[in-house]
């Protein structure tokens, strides 16, 4: 996903010279002086630089200067033809992160009250992301806890798709739901991707019987629309999906059958990137934290990181290595020296002697000691790319200030990125490139001394002009968390046919991968593949690795790309097959580290890490490659991985000896354990030890044998278990089974609760008794509603009652429990005063229209998720997204909420008539 860039003019040719002669001999370029009107927009925009007001100096440059000409006739006659790139809503609005020294209730309110919608929350990261009149913006940033307002942090992902194809018409949300459904009644038949052949993944899965058994991996993309299709079609298993983190796209969808077809026993998760920088660390961390996701793989840039220093997603990405994650990121799609498609370039700032506009400036010379050239050249296919300019300072403290200006071939600049960096902001500029002819890139310090900078126009090139500018590029563009120093930053190989289509016109024809054979010593890399190595300057606190040194001389170097692995697959995700992109590779490498870690429980993150480096195949190109392709067999030998059995205990029964069918205070009960094989070995010399941390609670005998239990058989042995007198109603008894077996993985344990008492056939009901409460559109914020619940003790059964008197599919019925006029746009939870929480639904129902007179029940027979937008109104009884049996036993005394987020955007509602059905315990 990238934001739209407007279409583009502003300034002049920046103090231009005649160069001298560049080595080899060909002239480096004449360049133009200023036009007249190109030096009047430099001096009206460095104008608009030296006067900002403190509040403007926290502001984006090209929202100011949008603001400015918007309200300002004078200036916008001095700019004509500008366009800042400024994405702004026929409302007046914009898409903004708010950085702050504290994300407050106060801080929100003020955005609401400024007429903003809240779009993501980052209380860690420090960051609001929110869609605020552009008229609000110097206000917001007048506030003395908001450290900058920015325009959105932009990304995307590292799919390859053809340039020359014309652009994807918008699909409006009836459209996306209506195609979403056909495709979940179609037939399927199940491709896998080549490069489980082309990796040796299958003929590993052969050889040593390992399947992924007892690994989680977890996807972070753009979405996973289809997932459900895909699911009802046998292609994906179950999916644990972070609640609200669902993401719009298929990206992910793509990723995670690609995990699954290589290691089809493990299990399986997904968050969003796309909310903003700041959310997407923070799923980083919830997929380690709370979906304990034992590897992790992404296919996302953005923008904004830097190349010099670990940033917001860096530093999320060191954490969950640091508590032992495996993390795996595309190397990128933005091209390498090697195969002439680079548009990088990196190197120490020299001053052209050159000044610029009125005010300040000198060009950087991009000739260095081979003569005098203050513009890169851009090819002809680097129209609408994103640029971006670091610079070796440390995020959040540049004291010096270097700008960005684009020019075309008559010497105009026709875009502009010019920031203030005074000491508390990043060193950082961004503007994309236009379709004007013959587009070429300036540097300019404004203020300050020298430093090492990094230039990129992502997805472009630097290319010779056909007036006479010569281009420079350099190695380096992979950069922000793919090159965090424990993540495996992953290049593409094509495992079968060649992309179909040039990346620009006068290409060499694509490589071709080697399916249904393997890849070896002769595999090429694809053209796209960003190269490495980066050179980074700072510790991710922004301490320098050397002090006083931040030029070419200084820093560290960090070796990535570290693997290559398989593009060009098939899949049966539509508009994904073939999928080229590092996108495609990163997953490919991911599930082999996941079958490493199925058939070597236990081993250490450096291990995997020697494993998978000493046994990938060197393609002779380091910088590009990394340490080579993977091959799975090579890396399954290398480690001696064997077939894991994985014992775990299953749910219990308890028949209490007195012939009662619940387990009450002073009883004697039998317990049958079951014991599931879900490993890829057999579970020898399996044994269990029951027992019970509840007080006064005695269980005999205290272990039993279960022998030999094949793989996907169960084995079932009973205990008898004793409940004190003194055990209070509905107080449950924990009963943990921790199940020994030959094998790493062992042991497994399993914790489960019995309430104690007869479950109450006396259903109380307890209402929410207010006004309608408006669930905000798009924000995760939500809606929530109080329901007290008083005199029940603790709960034996707990269901959750979206009420109503008359139901119907009208907008803004008042009569119905939830009205919603996209009711797939909704996420739904209750809470309970213990803190304990169950998802009831989770964007499902697509298009249709209100909730009324639905009770979610744990014994329902059919899903929530089963619903189409033809049932509308939903009605009847259904079984919810997570089990509300977490709350059975709990003390139901208190506040319980209910709770509903509107994900996406578009529709509106409220939450009207809600209940909780609550029974208690009596004795037996």
Avoid at 193 to 220: I, M, P, W
Avoid at 270 to 297: E, K
Avoid at 632 to 657: C, E, F, I, M
């Amino acid at each position: 996903m990238l934001l739209a860039a407007g279409a583009a003019c502003l300034l002049a040719a920046l103090g231009a010279a005649t160069p001298a002669s560049a080595d080899p001999p060909k002239k480096a370029g004449s360049g133009a002086e200023f036009s007249d009107t190109a030096a009047r927009q430099i001096a009206a925009l460095q104008k608009i630089k030296q006067s900002q007001s403190k509040a403007d100096s926290k502001v984006d440059s090209v929202l100011t200067v949008e603001r400015k000409t918007r309200s300002d006739r004078a200036l916008n006659s001095s700019l004509p033809g500008l366009h800042t790139g400024v994405a702004v809503s026929d409302k007046g609005t914009v898409l903004v992160d708010i950085r702050a020294d504290k994300v407050s209730d106060d801080l929100v309110g003020a955005i609401r009250k400024a007429g903003g919608g809240i779009r993501a929350v980052s209380p860690a990261n420090r960051t609001v992301r929110a869609e605020v009149p552009l008229a609000s913006v110097e206000q917001l940033a007048g506030r003395g806890d908001v450290r900058r307002v920015e325009t959105a942090s932009e990304a995307w992902t590292e799919r390859v798709t053809d340039p020359k194809a014309p652009p994807a018409k918008p699909e409006s949300k009836e459209a996306k739901a209506a195609r979403i459904s056909a495709m979940a009644k179609q037939a399927i038949t199940k491709l896998t991707s080549e490069g489980d052949q082309a990796h040796a993944a299958a003929d590993a899965r052969q050889n040593f019987h390992v399947t992924g058994v007892g690994v989680k991996l977890c996807a972070l993309s753009d979405g996973v629309d289809s997932l459900a299709a895909m699911q009802s079609g046998g292609v994906l298993p179950a999916v644990d999906v972070l609640p609200t983190q669902e993401g719009s796209g298929d990206e992910g969808t793509a990723m995670l059958q690609i995990l699954h077809d290589l290691a089809p026993g493990a299990s399986l998760g997904f968050a969003t990137a796309f909310n903003g920088d700041a959310s997407f660390a923070d799923n980083i961390r919830a997929l380690r934290t709370q979906s304990r996701c034992d590897v992790i793989v992404d296919d996302v840039l953005y923008f904004n990181e830097s190349p010099f220093q670990d940033g917001l997603i860096a530093k999320a990405v060191n954490d969950v290595t640091a508590a032992g994650a495996l993390y795996f990121s595309s190397a990128g799609n933005e091209g390498s020296v090697g195969a002439g498609t680079s548009g990088h370039w990196e190197g120490d700032f020299v001053d052209s002697g050159k000044g610029v506009g009125k005010f300040a400036g000198t060009a950087h010379n991009f000739a260095g000691s081979a003569g005098t050239q203050i513009y890169d050249p851009l090819s002809a296919g680097s129209a609408n790319k994103p640029v971006t300019l670091f610079w070796s300072d440390p995020l959040g403290a540049s004291g010096n200030d270097y700008d960005l200006y684009l020019l075309n071939s008559a010497g105009t600049v026709v875009a502009f990125s010019q920031n203030i960096q005074d000491g508390t902001q990043d060193p950082y500029e961004r503007l994309n490139t236009t379709f004007d002819a013959g587009l070429r890139l300036a540097v300019v310090k404004f203020k300050g001394d020298n430093r090492y900078l990094s230039l990129d126009v992502l997805r472009g090139r630097f290319a010779d002009s056909t007036d006479g500018l010569k281009k420079y590029a350099t190695p380096g563009v992979t950069r922000g968390h793919s090159a965090a120093k424990d993540a495996f930053s992953v290049a593409a190989a094509p495992a079968a046919g060649p992309l179909p289509f040039s990346l620009e016109p006068g290409d060499p024809p694509n490589p071709t991968g080697p399916y249904p054979g393997r890849f070896g010593a002769n595999t090429q890399l694809e053209r796209f593949s960003s190269d490495g190595p980066r050179r980074v300057f700072f510790n991710a606190d922004g301490t320098p690795l050397t002090p006083g040194n931040v030029s070419a001389s200084g820093g560290q170097v960090r070796q990535k790309p570290d693997l290559t692995a398989a593009d060009g697959t098939q899949s049966n995700v539509p508009g994904f097959s073939p999928f080229f992109g590092t996108s495609a590779a990163a997953p490919h490498a991911a599930a082999i580290a996941g079958l490493v870690l199925s058939g070597n429980p236990g081993l250490s993150p450096a291990d995997v890490r020697d494993a998978l480096t000493k046994t990938a195949i060197p393609l002779g190109d380091p910088g590009r490659a990394g340490a080579g392709v993977l091959l799975a067999t090579d890396v399954l030998a290398y480690t001696g991985a064997s077939p894991q059995p994985l014992a775990l205990p299953q749910r219990p029964t308890v028949t209490d000896n007195s012939g009662s069918p619940y387990l009450l205070p002073g009883s004697t009960a039998t317990v049958s354990l079951p014991v599931h094989n879900g490993g890829d070995g057999t579970a020898v010399s399996t044994s269990v030890v029951l027992s019970s941390p509840t007080p006064g609670v005695t269980i005999a005998p205290r272990s039993k044998g279960y022998g030999t239990i094949e793989p996907g058989q169960t084995g079932v042995n009973t205990f008898t278990i004793t409940v004190p007198a003194s055990q209070e109603l509905g107080a449950p008894v924990q009963l943990v089974a921790k199940v020994s077996f030959a094998g790493s993985l062992s042991p497994k344990t399993g914790s489960f609760d019995f309430p104690v008492g007869k479950p109450s056939t006396d259903v109380k009901t307890f209402a929410y008794a207010g006004a309608a409460v408006a669930i905000p559109d798009n924000d995760p914020t939500g809606a929530t509603v109080t329901v007290p619940v008083s005199n029940l003790g603790r709960a034996s059964g707990v269901s959750v009652s979206v009420d109503g008197t008359v139901c119907s599919t009208t907008a803004q019925s008042t009569t119905v429990g939830i009205d919603h006029t996209w009711v797939g746009d909704l996420v739904g939870t209750v809470t309970s005063p213990s803190g304990q929480t169950a998802v009831l639904f989770q964007r499902n129902g697509s298009s249709g229209h209100n909730v009324c007179q639905a009770v979610f029940d744990d014994s329902a027979g059919t899903p929530f998720s089963s619903v189409t937008s033809s049932l509308a109104p939903f009605t009847g009884k259904w079984r919810p997204a997570k089990p509300l049996g977490a709350l059975v036993g709990q003390p139901a005394d208190g506040n319980w909420t209910i709770k509903v987020v509107d994900a996406a955007a578009g529709d509106t509602g409220s939450i009207r008539a809600v209940s909780l059905r609550l029974t208690g315990y009596v004795a037996g």
